[in-house]
């Protein structure tokens, strides 16, 4: 697999604070490659620096053959950018922003088809203040996309939308990569990597903590939960248990996290029948992306 984006002992400081801390990984063409990690982990400052924005304290950045801080005008014409917060002047009217972009290009540019992908046509004379925020985001993403970029740069692209226009948005995402788009994706939504990614980086702290596909993280790191409700058992006995990393408690509902379920069911269920208790909506769930973060989160905490 040809790799579009190399990134070598990737480091950014500010001040005394390191954001990012010697990154090291690859982006193959045609993936959806996404950063995952909690707010503030690094995954904006790393995503600038591909981008040629941000300038690296150390640390070696090669996308499509270029330096990003370095050759950031030819770079520009070879890749698209959705930022978190794009600026669109509140009065300007879905066209008239199609139109302005465009004219950046010096190349047709895929406007027409992007109206028509993007459902755009009955938005077209709405000022962009009026639009709701699923279609401000199909609108910032048909402006990062008019000239056919190699590889396409989205930071947090489903932040604040609801879920039916958080999954449009990845229906859009995935047809983008399936008409030959790179696309680089920062989310902190586990769900989103989980559905979305071919590849995930999980980011702590400005470190990386994980590289691989969704399932092989989850089947590697993830681990098995027990889902049951239950008013009689307590967590200082569910968390005592052998193999159990941790217990979350929701009223009666109850999720224990182990290594090894069928062990672990059975020490319950043992002691349920010891003690006359009776468990209802009982599950063999596997991890989640979701549960995989928690877990890393803890980990920083106590680290």
Not at 15 to 24: D, H, M, P, W, Y
Not at 26 to 55: H, Q, S, W, Y
Not at 174 to 198: P, S
Request: with cysteine; aromatic share 8%; net charge negative.
């Amino acid at each position: 697999m040809e790799s579009v984006i190399t990134v070598t002992n990737l480091s950014k400081n500010f001040g005394r604070t390191q954001a990012v801390k010697n990154l090291s990984f690859t982006v193959d063409r045609g993936e959806i490659f996404g950063i995952i990690g909690p707010n503030g982990a690094g995954k904006t400052t790393t995503l600038e620096m591909l981008e040629g924005i941000t300038t690296p304290s150390q640390g070696d950045i090669d996308v499509l053959g270029l330096v990003p801080n370095k050759q950031l005008r030819e770079l520009n014409k070879r890749i698209g950018v959705q930022f978190q917060a794009t600026s669109i002047q509140k009065k300007m009217k879905v066209k008239e922003a199609l139109d302005l972009f465009s004219s950046f290009y010096k190349r047709t540019t895929k406007k027409k088809y992007l109206i028509e992908l993007l459902g755009l046509n009955e938005k077209l004379n709405v000022r962009f203040e009026d639009l709701s925020g699923g279609w401000k985001q199909r609108v910032t993403l048909a402006l990062a996309t008019l000239h056919e970029p190699e590889i396409l740069f989205l930071d947090e692209p489903s932040m604040g939308l609801d879920p039916s226009a958080r999954r449009e948005m990845w229906s859009l995402i995935q047809l983008l990569r399936d008409q030959g788009c790179t696309i680089v994706v920062t989310t902190h939504y586990m769900e989103e990597a989980e559905q979305l990614c071919d590849r995930v980086a999980m980011i702590y702290s400005g470190q990386l903590k994980a590289l691989d596909t969704p399932s092989e993280l989850l089947n590697d790191s993830a681990s098995s939960c027990l889902a049951f409700d239950s008013d009689d058992l307590s967590y200082k006995y569910l968390i005592s248990l052998p193999g159990v990393e941790r217990v979350e408690q929701n009223h009666s509902e109850l999720k224990v996290f182990c290594d090894n379920q069928q062990t672990t069911a059975y020490h319950i269920f043992s002691y349920c029948h010891e003690h006359n208790i009776t468990l209802s909506n009982f599950k063999f769930e596997k991890g989640s992306l979701d549960d995989l973060f928690v877990q890393y989160l803890e980990k920083e905490k106590i680290g």
